[in-house]
């Protein structure tokens, strides 16, 4: 058996370097998701502390994150979805990073209103 004829046959399951990049940056735009959603419908915190601009600030670096992971990986990718290489994963990290980013952004100006 030679080596390509190996390294062609991977599994469904086999985790490449593609789509290990591109569930790292899917689960980092999903966590800038929630964090945000949550610094914009709840500025302030559970104790009376004002958590609002924490919570954008920390929106908008994992969405941060998960565009340039979900770029890079969209970047670097040889094939198209469903080949093994994390291209479809990285568009998903693009699209949830997009929207942390969003979120964040919103929830930074809201607080730099409430503040002045």
Known sequence: MHLANVLAAASA???SPGRIGASLGA???LV???VGALALARP???FGVRTGRLGALLSLAT???ALALGGLVA?????GIGTGNGRGGAYVAL???LVAVVLGGSALARSRRETA
């Open 13 to 15: 399951y086999t985790m």
């Open 27 to 29: 689960v980092l735009g």
């Open 32 to 34: 800038g998701l929630v």
């Open 44 to 46: 302030t915190g559970r």
């Open 63 to 65: 969405g941060v994150a």
């Open 75 to 79: 970047a670097t990718s040889d094939s």
């Open 95 to 97: 699209v949830v990073g």
